[in-house]
């Protein structure tokens, strides 16, 4: 028969086991996807994100190439080419922080409705300039029934690491109307998830040392 005290130790060592049923699972709690994408894609959910930048607009078509399709952009009506009449989609595009996969990335917005919600923040007094707060879009549905909604947190200032991440790195915006890398120029855009090279191990460590506070 097992005294108190060793009673006691035996529950705690049971209680602690990794081998429990209820403990059990295929993947620790921890795992997650490395993230290497530079470009913010709105997932189903809540996609937080804080505005580091003023934004560029124009107009995006797609195209195919022997690489497949890659969007195309234009500064101005003026500078469209016919063929693409009819398959354009306003755009605006800055540089965000990504909470979620903790990423300095460019968000790009075709959506009217977000554009408009954030456009109406901007010109509220009592919010103004976005870089000031941070911003939720809600994802839901999906198709045509995909619906967003846009909220935004109190205004607070920006956590010092990420704003130390955003200045290790020259981000050029313009760069997007000539189908280069914002990130690395003269490096073509891959916009369908594989960016990964020199420069995105560069681009991970600049933010993995200004997050440690070595920049």
């Known amino acids: ?3 108190g005290g060793v009673k006691k130790k035996l529950n705690k060592r049971v209680a602690e086991s990794p081998f429990r049923k209820d403990k059990m699972s ?3 709690n921890e795992d997650r996807e490395p993230v290497k994408g530079n470009y913010m894609r709105f997932k189903e959910g809540a996609n937080k994100f804080r505005v ?3 934004a560029i607009v124009g107009n995006e078509a797609w195209e195919d190439t022997e690489e497949g399709r890659r ?3 234009f500064r101005t009506t003026d500078d469209i ?3 693409f009449a009819g398959e354009l989609k306003y755009f605006w595009a800055f540089v965000v922080w990504n909470y979620q996969d903790e990423r300095v990335q460019i968000l790009e917005i ?3 409705g ?5 456009r109406g923040y901007t010109q509220d007094e009592d919010w103004g300039d976005p870089k000031e707060y941070d911003i939720t879009v809600t994802r839901s549905g999906d198709g045509l029934d995909t619906k967003y909604q846009t909220k935004v947190s109190p205004k607070k200032k920006i956590d010092p690491a990420i704003e130390k991440a955003y200045k290790a790195l020259t981000i050029d915006l313009e760069a997007l109307y000539t189908n280069d890398d914002p990130f690395a120029g003269g490096r073509d855009i891959d916009e369908r998830g594989d960016d990964s090279g020199k420069d995105e191990v560069e681009l991970d460590d600049a933010i993995d040392q200004a997050m440690k506070g070595e920049l």
């Open 110 to 112: 075709t959506q009217k």
């Open 26 to 28: 295929f993947l620790p």
């Open 52 to 54: 580091l930048s003023s």
């Open 1 to 3: 028969m097992c005294s």
């Open 114 to 118: 977000i554009r408009d919600d954030i």
């Open 81 to 83: 080419p016919a063929r």
């Open 71 to 73: 969007p195309v952009r």
